[in-house]
């Protein structure tokens, strides 16, 4: 039974079951991931998911049900279980999203993607592989080194007309390597999306990855105190993309976000202006509509410091008394609708990188932050992390650090950021979105130096 039979017998059977209104959500992920050791194909792993879930309303209430498969049982299986599941929750009913709204035209699925061979994955990977070894001696070992090409399609479709269906795609490369001098061994690790396959080249990628890794061999001691700190731009990106469940309603409307009550209220430095926005053309998350159907449009959640609005969708509209920002997000076909951004950001200035920390008599710059789950707390912004980075000195980067510890709390930094630069990069694909950042001066932070 393909997609279009399900969806009327759906429809058909639930009307005959006393559904007064029902919504089938739809979803297909293919990926494939390859990656190599030694020379060697050592992980070849292809994978399609697929499933549908069902939300409907019964008797005045929602009712939820999943499946992974398409097809006269399971149309039985989800209307039984979606009535139980309505008649055993307490909540107040969900809205349904059935306006006739006008999309946004837009093509995010990319036929050269989608094109992209194995063979032509596995030689890209074993350039890279022999032109990293080239690069410099001190490299010893290539820890992890793959590629990923994944398809994603969604549709949403309701018995009073909406459909809705859109597919997404992308590439991407990860590559750690280990270098060593003397007795010191230290790692450095890349990544890379893109739609476009042509723009990856064996030889930048080698070379990024090996310059990275070398860069923290020589690390040193400095005294722990706050210094002026440069995030560098995926450390900055790190960094929001664990704080960005902050500007969701739902977190404020359940007292647990600190943005609560703060619209219009300047939360951050004039510098600092966050978008949304759904339309990026190499966005990871980019789509034309939520997943209630609603359409999705770009935003600007902060701007020069001030905060616009929040993450919405239907349900907290409805409380707040506003309209649908288009923030509806699902982790998967099996999960609750909750709140989440597309693909979020920083909006870039043109200052380099260079530049935020020419001026800096004594700083730190930030290269990687680890622990962001447990040592963050989404709702005070308190954090206390593992990073790695460099000390710099009369405007120039003196070399790296051991690991330090940067303590701090985000709704503080955001207030302290100082200058803006113009590099910016997103952080791989997460339920708190595609999240990016330029690099970020910030007037202080407290660094403590293992």
């Known amino acids: 039974m393909n997609l279009s039979q399900f969806k ?34 050592d992980e070849y792993n292809s994978e399609e998911v697929q499933g549908a879930s069902v939300r409907g309303r019964y008797k005045g209430k929602t009712g939820y049900a999943y499946t992974e ?35 946004e035209e837009a093509e995010f699925y990319s036929p050269d993607i989608e094109k992209v061979s194995p063979e032509e994955m596995i030689e890209l990977l074993k350039d890279v592989e022999k032109k990293i070894f080239a690069q410099d001696s001190r490299v010893t070992k290539i820890d992890a080194l793959g590629v990923r090409k994944v398809m994603m399609e969604k549709g949403i479709f309701h018995n009073e007309g909406l459909t809705l269906n859109e597919r997404n795609n992308f590439l991407m490369i990860m590559v750690s390597v280990l270098v060593q001098e003397n007795d010191e061994l230290k790692s450095g690790m890349d990544f890379k999306v893109t739609k476009d396959f042509k723009t990856l080249d064996a030889d930048d990628v080698a070379k990024e990855v090996v310059e990275n ?36 309603a739902q977190a404020v409307q359940d007292n647990q976000s600190r943005l609560k009550d703060k619209l219009s209220e300047t939360i951050a430095a004039t510098q600092v202006t966050l978008i949304d926005d759904p339309f990026l053309k190499d966005g990871v998350l980019s789509s034309t509509f939520d997943s209630e159907g609603v359409p999705t449009s770009k935003h600007t959640i902060v701007d020069a410091g001030k905060l616009q609005t929040y993450f919405h969708n239907l349900k907290t509209v409805k409380k707040d008394g506003v309209a649908s920002t288009g923030h509806a997000r699902r982790e998967s076909y099996k999960d609750a609708i909750e709140v ?111």
Request: proline share 4%; net charge negative.
């Open 8 to 41: 009327e017998r759906l429809f058909e059977e639930g009307e005959k079951q006393g559904f007064s209104e029902l919504e089938l959500y739809y979803e297909k992920n293919n990926s494939l991931i390859i990656a190599l050791y030694e020379g060697d194909v």
């Open 340 to 450: 989440g951004p597309s693909n979020f950001y920083v909006e870039p200035a043109k200052m380099s990188y260079e530049e935020q920390y020419v001026d800096l008599e004594e700083g730190i710059i930030i290269t990687g932050l680890a622990g962001l789950h447990s040592g963050a707390n989404q709702i005070s912004g308190d954090f206390s992390l593992a990073a790695d980075g460099y000390y710099v000195e009369n405007g120039e980067i003196v070399g790296p650090t051991k690991q330090m510890t940067v303590a701090g709390n985000f709704f503080d930094l955001l207030k302290d950021v100082e200058k803006v630069g113009n590099d910016l990069e997103f952080t791989p694909m997460s339920f708190h979105g595609y999240v990016g950042s330029p690099s970020l001066k910030i007037k202080s932070l407290a660094i403590a130096v293992d």
């Open 69 to 103: 498969k398409l097809d006269e049982d399971s149309i039985q299986f989800l209307l039984k279980n979606a009535k139980e599941n309505a008649e055993l929750i307490e909540n107040e009913p969900e809205e349904f999203f059935t306006e006739q709204a006008t999309y």
């Open 213 to 248: 890794a070398l860069s923290y061999l020589g690390e040193q001691r400095y005294p722990n105190k706050n210094y002026p700190v440069v995030l560098k731009n995926t450390a900055a990106a790190s960094l929001l993309s664990t704080f960005a469940s902050s500007f969701s």
